[in-house]
């Protein structure tokens, strides 16, 4: 069964039942995504949990009634007098803004939607359906229209499959990281300092700094050279960029005597000026800098999300600076770092490549030949990929790994743009082989990609219990009575002389309740030590 036209019903059938139960309110849209379906209404309030009761009871009945979908294409007039007698606003709307002189309708019992469908044949085959949750969603993503609420929802083809995704649901809530971070110590959020802004505690720190290490290390290993640029540019730089031009709704101002000056939300300018400082042959190439540097983005506070959403955070970010005949065989080494670091942390992952969007800098055959080439590295790579239409950066195509956690779910990882404007605006160049001055192509990568969300996501991978080499306390030593004392804190002093990251429980409480929370803490190794390990 295809799980699309499934889910794309069950979200009708939910449609039909909160007309039925509340039919004062108005359609908005309701498509199948990747784990599900959702349906946009207008109502005087928000739905609650009891109201998803009722609605889901009701979506049973309209189920088990067996309806037929009924398609049928109507001419736009047609449409716009079913929709008026309605009173569906909304769909209104959207009728305006579809071309052709015809729309597709659906329709099941006294169920009218606009929509092109396909459906399955009836109401009866949705054989495991299940509300999740709401929540307050803008019309058509813009805070400037009105707020909606939207109802979330799942389908699948048996009630095994929908448990077992359930299951996972419920995997997922305990490993939240927004719950989980505080609950180890490793982060925190502090309304009074500024939404989406992180505090590592020392734990989180700790971890931190390992992964800043180890990140670093592969990187000298691979002929990377450490850079550090400034936090803070002359605006004159972003405009060089396009930055000002493409970007400038999610960059922070400041004005430093007289002149207009942005916090960094990329590092790739201040690369371009430390390879600015000289000139290079083109048997230098290809050069790579590398800088864990730290951004500012501004993002709007309601997608900020824990760590995975932040308003300033760190990049393991690089840009390689190589001819146009290296510049695939770069891309290659990127994907081979990638993976190789990615099978470290237990990651499965996925490749996408994004295109042109419908802004951006540069010449079109350069972001032709850029994809193409693109295409043909992971294709000889024997790599799998999709395609994502007009979601490349404003400079370039790039390639989005997709890391797989282990409960199956996708993140944002790492990504390899293409460039060949912003040599050009910046006028770069080297020395051929010939004598003359040449552009070189530039390559803006990530491996972990930003550190806040990698942690974030390693959080929820590891449900807070890291890997030996990560967790930030690898043992702690837990006394039975108080006479193990002694030699408790001598085993501790040892430990550390190893370099072993230790904490010691010496309370006077029962072994039980100081084991329970060391498991809590959720630390690799617990020592126990009494009378005999004494002895």
């Avoid at 430390?274 to 540097?293: A, D, M, N, V």
């Avoid at 395609?387 to 282990?406: N, R």
């Amino acid at each position: 069964m295809n799980l699309e036209f499934l889910r794309h019903s069950a979200a009708h059938i939910l449609a039909s039942a909160v007309k039925e139960l509340y039919p004062e309110a108005k359609l908005g849209i309701g498509p199948a995504i990747a784990d599900g379906f959702y349906y946009d209404f207008e109502y005087s309030r928000p739905f609650t949990p009891e109201d998803l009761v009722k609605i889901e009871a009701k979506m049973q009945e309209i189920v088990k009634a067996d309806l037929p979908f009924l398609h049928s294409e109507v001419s736009k007039e047609d449409a716009r007098e079913i929709f008026k007698e309605l009173a569906e606003a909304y769909k209104l709307e959207l009728l305006e803004e579809l071309p052709g002189d015809t729309v597709g309708i659906y329709r099941h019992a006294n169920f009218t939607d606009l929509c092109k469908g396909p459906h399955l044949k009836k109401t009866g085959e949705v054989k495991a359906v299940k509300l999740i949750n709401a929540a307050g969603a803008y019309w058509r993503g813009n805070e400037n229209n009105p707020m909606l609420q939207r109802i979330y929802g799942t389908a699948f083809p048996s009630q095994k499959e929908l448990d077992e995704y359930l299951g996972r649901l419920d995997e997922a809530k305990k490993r939240d990281h927004r719950k989980l971070g505080p609950a180890l110590g490793l982060f925190s959020f502090h309304e009074e300092a500024g939404a989406g802004l992180v505090f590592y505690h020392p734990k989180g720190a700790l971890i931190r700094y390992f992964l800043e290490d180890f990140i670093k290390k592969e990187h000298l290993k691979r002929g990377y050279q450490l850079v550090s640029t400034p936090h803070i540019l002359k605006s004159d730089i972003w405009k060089t960029s396009g930055h000002y031009e493409h970007y400038r709704n999610l960059m922070y101002f400041a004005e430093v005597d007289k002149q207009e000056y942005a916090l960094k939300p990329m590092n790739c300018p201040g690369h371009i000026l430390i390879f600015k400082t000289h000139r290079h042959s083109y048997r230098e190439l290809p050069i790579r800098f590398f800088e864990l540097g730290t951004v500012y983005r501004y993002e709007k506070s309601g997608v900020l999300h824990g760590l995975l959403r932040v308003r300033g955070f760190t990049q393991d970010d690089a840009h390689i600076f190589c001819t146009p005949e290296q510049f695939k065989d770069e891309v290659n080494n990127v994907l081979n770092f990638v993976e190789d670091v990615l099978k470290i942390f237990g990651f499965h992952w996925e490749m996408e490549i994004s295109t042109q969007p419908h802004e951006f800098i540069g010449r079109p055959e350069d972001w032709e030949t850029a994809t193409t080439s693109l295409k043909e590295v992971l294709s000889k790579r024997g790599a799998p990929f999709q395609i994502s239409e007009g979601e490349g950066a404003f400079y370039g195509p790039k390639i989005d790994v997709k890391l797989k956690d282990s409960l199956g779910r996708t993140w944002q990882g790492a990504t390899v743009q293409v460039d060949f404007a912003l040599p050009e605006r910046f006028d770069i160049n080297y020395i051929g082989e010939d004598g003359k001055k040449h552009r070189p192509v530039m390559i803006h990568r990530v491996i972990l990609g930003t550190l806040e969300r990698f942690l974030g996501v390693l959080i929820e991978h590891f449900g807070g219990a890291f890997p030996l080499w990560l967790a930030p306390v690898q043992i702690k030593v837990l006394t039975v009575t108080d006479a193990q004392i002694p030699y408790a804190k001598k085993l501790v002093d040892l430990l550390r002389e190893k370099e072993l990251r230790v904490e010691a429980d010496f309370r006077n409480q029962k072994i039980g309740y100081k084991i329970r929370g060391g498991e809590i803490e959720k630390i690799p190794y617990l020592l126990i030590i009494g009378k005999r390990e004494v002895e």
